[in-house]
């Protein structure tokens, strides 16, 4: 009898152990979609620039969108949501930002910041939140160095985690402006 009630606390203890594991699943909703289209910018946008030429790229996401916004799926009839307001995040990455393309050229960041990735050093850009304008922001000023052909797909995703969370609260969509998401823009550097 005595060995039974060990067994039986001992399975409850293990059962409450893996029950707080804190390698559980810990969000308790998916990410909310978020589509914006148009949202980042590069000026001049060109399919022929020379070693010298400068662009601009720049990223404003706006921390507040409501169900006016024309962007939004239909299915969003009472959205009003407020980014900041909600996660309290200060700064994130922007996903297949594709700023890792002009490596190499001379990067000079006016907003935001930008990092190697640790997983495969690849150039990182984030955006950072201006309490101001109530917009996420990064922009850098990228003047050639390196001829050669470049690459560049028009979209991305923008993850707004929970503060000190793993957890997702919004995946905003967006694209460069004048080019549909997924497409490829193609251009060369010439000296």
């Known amino acids: 009898m005595v060995t039974k009630i060990f067994k039986t606390t001992g399975v409850i203890f293990l059962l409450l152990t893996l029950w707080a594991c804190p ?60 980014i900041y307001e ?24 006016l907003k935001g910041f930008t990092q190697r990735s640790e997983y495969d050093n690849s150039l990182q850009a984030y955006v950072i939140y201006n309490p101001t304008n109530k917009v996420y922001e990064f922009q850098a000023r990228i003047t050639f160095t390196r001829p050669g052909i470049y690459r560049i797909i028009s979209g991305m995703n923008i993850l707004f985690h929970y503060k000190n969370s793993k957890c997702v609260a919004y995946e905003l969509k967006t694209n460069i402006e004048g080019l549909e998401i997924g497409s490829m823009w193609e251009f060369r550097v010439v000296p």
């Not at 309290?88 to 000079?108: M, P, Q, V």
């Open 23 to 82: 390698f559980r699943h810990e969000c308790s909703r998916e990410a909310m979609d978020l589509p914006k289209y148009n949202l980042i910018s590069v000026i001049p946008i060109d399919t022929v620039y020379h070693v010298g030429d400068q662009l601009v790229y720049t990223a404003i996401i706006p921390s507040r969108i409501d169900s006016l916004d024309e962007d939004i799926y239909e299915n969003f009839e009472s959205l009003d949501v407020d």
């Open 86 to 109: 909600d996660t309290g995040i200060t700064s994130t990455r922007l996903i297949n930002s594709e700023i890792n393309k002009f490596d190499g050229n001379a990067i000079e960041v």
